[in-house]
């Protein structure tokens, strides 16, 4: 895949720290010869993201809350400024209390159910908004990440497996919208990865162990995996696929049950 990204710009949103999904994406498409920009929450995961985003010869960070709309208004105006367009956007945003990511969904607050699918999946839509008018005369690509708690119950995984069911109609609905320009829009499905997110989850080792032990490649995605899948997505490869869910997780989605030796 070297040097399909030469000459495209991407935003990398979500990055956390060095084991974080979006840093897999944003280290595979820098690898391929993207020039990249960072958005981040806060002193704490700007100082994070700091030494990462120099690794990959970025100096384009940008503070970004998904909630607040002058925030979102204020990125994509420093995007717009500095590069006029963009050729993929990379949207590794999800949140939920850890509290509620535990025992029974039946218990998810109203408050938590609003904010995790703001956060988790309405904040898609606004960056697909902010980035549309960047992207509309040369076409590009809208990338996000999804779990297959969207369609199966995932124990624990409460509400996210809610917010991402809609996250994953929204990436078909704004492929539809934004076809015409030719904007692809796309969701990528790990599975279970030992990420900060992925910690917060209620039983993540076992489920990690379980589908490791399980999936016809006996292995969990890596981060490499993931990576070079949105590389795929981004680059001319890509040109005719939107509105899909790729699935990155060792086949894990297409067992009825356990391997016999787990039975």
């Known amino acids: 895949m070297t040097g399909v990204l030469t000459g495209k710009r991407g935003l990398i949103m979500g990055v956390a720290n060095e084991r974080s999904i ?18 981040y929450q ?17 100096d384009f960070m940008v503070d970004v809350d998904v ?18 367009t963009i050729d993929f956007i990379v949207h590794a945003i999800a949140y939920s209390d850890k509290n509620e990511l535990t025992g029974r969904f039946l218990d998810t607050s109203r408050a938590n159910f609003a904010n995790s699918m703001d956060i988790s999946a309405y904040s898609f839509i606004e960056v697909a908004r902010r980035a549309y008018p960047m992207m509309k005369d040369n076409g590009g690509t ?23 069911a809609a996250l994953e109609s929204a990436t078909r609905y704004l492929a539809n919208d934004l076809g015409p320009e030719g904007i692809r829009v796309n969701a990528i ?11 917060a989850i209620g039983g993540a080792r076992k489920t990690f162990r379980h589908t490791e032990e399980n999936a016809p490649l006996r ?14 997505l981004a680059s001319d490869a890509g040109a005719y696929t939107s509105g899909e869910i790729i699935r990155v997780d060792g086949g894990f989605h297409v067992l009825g049950m356990p391997q016999q030796d787990s039975l």
């Open 22 to 39: 979006a840093w897999g994406i944003a280290k595979a498409c820098a690898e391929a010869g993207a020039e990249l920009a960072f958005t």
């Open 42 to 58: 806060g002193d704490a995961f700007g100082k994070r993201l700091e030494p990462l985003a120099q690794s990959v010869g970025s």
């Open 67 to 84: 909630t607040d709309d002058a925030s979102l208004d204020n990125a994509f105006a420093q995007l717009q400024e500095r590069w006029g």
């Open 142 to 164: 809208l990338l996000t990440l999804t779990y297959q708690g969207s369609n199966r119950v995932v124990p624990n995984y409460n509400v996210m497996g809610v917010a991402k």
């Open 189 to 199: 499905s790990p599975g279970p990865m030992k990420t900060l997110a992925g910690a």
């Open 219 to 232: 292995s969990n995605a890596t981060l490499e995996a993931v990576g070079g899948t949105a590389v795929y």
